[in-house]
């Protein structure tokens, strides 16, 4: 047997898709607007994990340049046909509106680090796709919405038969099950003569949770459990919150797991706030006398410490990444030498100023996701900005209305006021260092610091559960800059808006008249640590 511990993928991994193939378990998460498109995990034990690749070209013409915040990639779906590993997500264009506007693909690839298919569009009736595989047959399933004045947005569950080679569909879409309270996400397993209806019921709040249904034929009908097979609902003090979009996975010798996700709140004096996001937990589960999943140390409440049925698989030490690869991550396209170099200076990144931080388009910016409430991160900026148009510094990122940076840029002289480019004598004005935050009330610069113009400097940030404090190196020692910062508004529970993903710490830089403006960054570390 083996112990792990939840969360399993730690920090902004949600909406996780298990399954196995032979001796390997993979799961596949949303990545929303973030590339990598689709990260997959994988690991024998379930316990251990590494990063085994992504579903390269799931964005179609490889940008989702400007998708909004939390819109862009969803809910991915994995299985796998006995030959080959299929995945179908759903592309989100609109947020918060009554129509979706989105597009559901579907790809297959024969190793998950490989070479994707080219996705091909399918039915599109919402968002949180699945394939089911039998005899033969290929099968989508969806929710669907109703986006007239008065109709619902989680309409029920739908399923549509596909051609397995066209992706067409054969024959009419059905309406599998309907019910009072939302639910969605829906995936489909057989056992013992039953087909397994596994939802995600709630939303992905405080409310999400996973209620089963099911039925003798595919097509219906369907009953609903009467109780959730998982959920934290009813108990704000559950360690692992907001656990639900759950997936039923058998292992070789016969034994079931549940994969879903799950968040680990900070209590603050504003209250839950998840500045992680949502991440990755696996759960053990057995079945009743009456044929319905149950969690197997009994309730509905996820476990943090789960004995599965593996022998542990200890991972070698993940190799720093080769380039801009994994944990590297980049805001609506991927890393491109144009804006993000690594051949310039050996051993450094070199950014290429672009846009602001709130585009959706050209975001010169490289992020980690943060894995712990306790944690540290730093860099070494070497550059220099001849104008405030022109940046570059450290971020603390959630969205484009939920940021905290440091930021190497131009000043006027202290005596004067700020009042746009004034070009005067050459020489005016000062390098400085400018600490910025930003939430849906607008943007605050909390504090000016006046460093040496072109010579490199070190910057950081200290993260003690609710509190961000920025600091750079002066004369061998960490000076800190402005004051203590609420980390915690850079969380999914912040603001009115909806949000989905997950803290991230990195670099960015902007040029915002020429784009010619470059940074160089060295050492680059983020430290998280667990406790």
């Not at 190793?111 to 089911?132: I, K, T, Y």
């Not at 596909?162 to 009072?180: E, F, K, N, S, Y």
């Not at 907001?242 to 292992?251: Q, S």
Request: aromatic share 10%.
């Amino acid at each position: 047997m083996t112990v792990l511990h939840n969360p399993v993928l730690r920090g902004f991994a949600p909406d996780p898709s298990l399954i196995r193939v032979g001796d390997w378990y993979y799961v596949a998460t949303s990545s929303f607007e973030w590339f990598p498109t689709i990260p997959v995990h994988r690991s024998r034990d379930l316990a251990h994990w590494e990063y085994a690749g992504h579903v390269r070209g799931a964005a179609p013409g490889g940008s989702l340049a400007g998708v909004p915040d939390s819109g862009g990639v969803w809910a991915p779906s994995l299985s796998w046909d006995g030959e080959r590993f299929w995945v179908t997500y759903t592309v989100v264009r609109s947020v918060g509106t009554p129509y979706f506007d989105l597009d559901t693909y579907v790809s297959t690839a024969t190793d998950v680090s490989g070479e994707w298919s080219v996705p091909r569009r399918v039915a599109s009736h919402g968002f949180d796709p699945a394939l089911f595989h039998e005899d033969g047959r290929l099968w989508l399933l969806n929710l669907q919405n109703d986006h007239r004045p008065g109709g619902r947005r989680f309409a029920g569950i739908v399923v549509t038969e596909l051609d397995r080679d066209t992706l067409a569909p054969v024959g009419p879409t059905r309406l599998l099950l309907q019910h009072d309270r939302l639910i969605e996400g829906p995936k489909l397993v057989r056992r013992a003569g039953w087909y397994y209806l596994v939802l995600a019921e709630g939303g992905t709040g405080w409310e999400h949770g996973v209620r089963v249904a099911r039925g003798r034929k595919l097509t219906g009908p369907y009953e609903l459990d009467e109780r959730p097979l998982l959920t934290t609902r009813d108990d704000p003090d559950v360690p692992l919150q907001k656990a639900g979009h759950g997936e039923l996975v058998e292992t070789p010798d016969g034994q079931w797991l549940l994969s879903h996700l799950t968040a680990r709140p900070l209590h603050t004096p504003q209250g839950r706030r998840c500045p992680l996001g949502r991440e990755t937990a696996i759960q053990a589960v057995t079945w009743d006398a009456e044929g319905w999943p149950r969690l197997r140390q009994g309730g509905w409440h996820p476990a943090v410490e789960v004995d599965v049925p593996t022998r542990p698989h200890p991972l070698a030490p993940a190799a720093p990444p080769e380039g801009l690869s994994w944990p590297w991550s980049s805001l609506r396209e991927p890393p491109d030498p144009s804006w993000a170099d690594t051949t310039a200076r050996p051993g450094w990144i070199r950014l290429r100023g672009r846009h602001g931080p709130e585009s959706r388009w050209a975001s010169s910016m490289l992020a980690q996701r943060i894995t712990e409430h306790r944690a540290q991160a730093e860099v070494t900026v070497e550059a220099r900005p001849v104008t405030f148009t022109q940046a570059a510094g450290l971020v603390l990122w959630y969205n484009s209305e939920a940021y905290l940076s440091l930021d190497l840029t131009w000043a006027e002289p202290e005596s004067e006021p700020q009042c746009g480019q004034q070009w005067s004598a050459a020489g005016d004005g000062r390098t400085v260092l400018s600490l910025v935050e930003r939430d849906e009330g607008g943007t605050r610069q909390l504090a000016v610091v006046e460093v040496s113009a072109g010579a490199p400097v070190t910057l950081g940030v200290t993260i003690e559960g609710a509190a961000a404090r920025f600091w750079h190196v002066r004369d061998g020692a960490r000076t800190a800059i402005g004051p203590a910062l609420d980390f915690s508004r850079l969380s999914d529970d912040h603001g009115s808006r909806l949000r989905f993903t997950g803290a991230m710490a990195g670099i960015h830089a902007r040029d915002l008249v020429d784009a010619v403006f470059t940074a160089d960054f060295g050492g680059f570390r983020l430290a998280c640590t667990p406790g």
